[in-house]
């Protein structure tokens, strides 16, 4: 084992070394890492020897070709990017504070509602808050649940079931599920019980896949079932286009169809089975900007 200085000194730690420090074990390599810096690999190494002659230990293994964390090395980098953490949250509690609330709000949305509730949560919004730009990232409900994690956004627009952990998660409505499809598949109003679906193709949403079946199986009816895909935009799209009917939280489905600006009918399922929770989510341990805490009252 290394020897370590145990000699009270005072040392200083240097935020700039604990970025390369921490760039170096999440990109594997110092190639890897000195490429996403952009700066040389000589230099970056410097500075790593440096930080651990300063904190009197070896933070990496060098027998290896991997740069392989020590003990004090995997100490190191939870501190690490638990100070990275403060430190940014702390410059953009500043810009936040000296830009009097505007800035930047970066959502997470899954793609579900991207074009539909998101987009009128963020009209309402900026109609008291004109100065405010957004940065959206969509995706499933896990990549964002992981965006939320890493601090890529301040908050997230997702659907139950998940796990919460650390994150603090208020849910925002419960969703029935809703068939839409062409004329020849559906009548024209009146909620639909799961047994009229029975011999219609259908397009499923992945995530809600087994809870469907499930649902059939319960009334005695095996599903034809045309087509599975992994987005619920995708889902409604083929349903507009007549492949069959599109089983889906009725927040997919825009309001323009709903009114009937669109060829697609759209019945609310009969059967209470079905239902999606709509959350936000948010981490508990970081510092929110005042727009990110406006937008969030501005709904619930």
């Known amino acids: 084992m290394p020897e370590t200085k145990v000699e009270n000194q005072d040392f200083r730690l240097d935020i700039r070394q604990l970025r390369f420090f921490t760039a170096i074990v999440d990109y594997g390599t110092m190639t890897a890492a000195g490429k996403a810096l952009h700066i040389s690999q000589p230099p970056l190494s410097a500075q790593i020897k440096l930080l651990e002659e300063e904190l009197g230990c070896t933070l990496f293994d060098r ?157 005695g009816i095996r599903p034809q079932i045309f087509c599975v895909t992994d987005d619920a935009r995708t889902v409604t799209g083929m349903a507009e286009e007549g492949f069959g009917v599109a089983l889906v939280p009725g927040t997919v489905i825009p309001d323009k169809i709903r009114q009937g600006d669109k060829k697609l009918r759209v019945l609310e399922l009969k059967d209470p089975g079905i239902t999606s929770e709509l959350c936000v989510v948010t981490r508990k341990d970081v510092y929110h900007s005042s727009a990110a805490i406006q937008f969030l009252e501005s709904m619930i």
């Open 63 to 219: 027998t290896t070709r991997k740069m392989e964390l020590t003990e004090a090395g995997r100490l190191l980098y939870q501190r690490a990017v638990a100070i990275l953490d403060q430190c940014s949250s702390a410059q953009n509690e500043m810009a936040d504070f000296l830009s009097g609330g505007t800035g930047t709000l970066r959502i997470g949305v899954i793609s579900s509602i991207a074009n539909t509730l998101c987009l009128e949560w963020m009209k309402k919004f900026t109609k008291t808050h004109p100065g405010l730009r957004f940065e959206l990232r969509e995706g499933n409900t896990f990549a964002m649940l992981e965006a939320v994690r890493a601090g890529e956004v301040e908050l997230a627009f997702v659907r139950k079931p998940f796990p919460q952990g650390e994150l603090e998660c208020r849910m925002l409505r419960r969703d029935t599920f809703c068939a839409a499809g062409v004329k020849k598949y559906l009548p024209k109003n009146g909620k639909l019980p799961v047994k009229k679906l029975e011999g219609c193709p259908l397009i499923l949403y992945r995530r809600w896949e087994d809870t469907i079946r499930n649902v059939f199986r319960e009334a």
